[in-house]
């Protein structure tokens, strides 16, 4: 049974949440969660542990078996591979289409296209045929997306596994920038560690639960003696 228990204070709430495939295997056993309202955190952990069934459940696509998901809304959805999720043929057309049941006025949904266009910089790109676009911009498109419907939780599921590392540092400092600028709550799952000196904070999931959270500056230290992220971090800041 899922109650809701809201709590102004934070974007997103999950409590003792348990879900699995089948019943021998749970992915999630108990998974605690909590992201104060209008900061940006990562989620980590190893291949199959878990992220993105955690991300899904957050963004009710799956439905827990046990737990509380306790969120604001409206939500945004960012996948891995932009192409499963853009689905008009131009830039303006996709943004338009995701305001659809919101049954705005013509010039409402103009507006709020060049809003969302100007916070991703891609106002140029407005004609553009879907095709035509970089993998870095199409993930723009889809960030514009859920700002162009007011989003208030962004939820983003690997964004920059397909960019290279220029368009990946890039996307990770525009979305840090966009959830400062309009206090969204971002939970951002990624295994490049370099983009958690944007992040506010990072979760560690393993075996269905958050074993681990803090500052992204306290894991620092264990990262420069396991990593070469010090190189990586001079590099891009
Ligand atoms: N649709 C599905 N049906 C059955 N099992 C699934 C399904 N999707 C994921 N799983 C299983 O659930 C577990 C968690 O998968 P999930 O994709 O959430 O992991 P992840 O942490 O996102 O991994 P990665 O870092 O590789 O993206 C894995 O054992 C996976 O095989
Ligand atoms: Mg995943």
Redesign the pocket.
């Known amino acids: 049974m899922i109650f809701i228990l809201k709590n102004p204070s934070l974007g997103i709430n999950i409590k003792q949440l348990h879900f699995g495939?089948n019943s021998q295997?749970p992915?999630l056993n108990g998974c605690d969660l909590a992201v104060p309202e209008g900061e940006f955190w990562m989620l980590l952990?190893?291949?199959?542990?878990?992220?993105?069934?955690?991300l899904r459940l957050i963004g009710g696509i799956l439905s827990p078996d046990q737990g509380t998901i306790d969120i604001n809304n409206p939500l945004g959805f960012v996948f891995q591979n932009p192409d499963h999720q853009l689905v008009m043929p131009t830039v303006a057309a996709d943004i338009a289409f995701g305001l659809v049941e919101e049954k705005l006025t013509l010039p409402e949904v103009k507006v709020r296209v060049k809003e969302a266009l100007m916070a991703v910089n891609l106002l140029d790109l407005e004609r553009r045929p879907i095709y035509a676009l970089s993998g870095g911009q199409k993930q723009r498109i889809a960030i514009a997306g859920a700002i162009a419907r007011h989003c208030k939780v962004l939820l983003l599921?690997?964004p920059t596994a397909l960019l290279d590392p220029d368009t990946q540092i890039e996307l990770v400092a525009l979305v840090q920038k966009i959830v400062k600028e309009r206090g969204i709550t971002a939970l951002w799952?990624t295994?490049r560690l370099e983009e958690l000196a944007y992040a506010d904070g990072y979760f560690l999931?393993d075996k269905g639960k958050v074993i681990k959270k803090g500052k992204p500056q306290d894991l620092f230290p264990q990262l420069l003696r396991e990593t070469n992220i010090k190189d990586t971090m001079e590099k891009w800041r």
């Open positions: 495939w295997t992915v952990g190893d291949n199959g542990c878990g992220k993105s069934t955690l599921d690997e799952v295994h999931l």
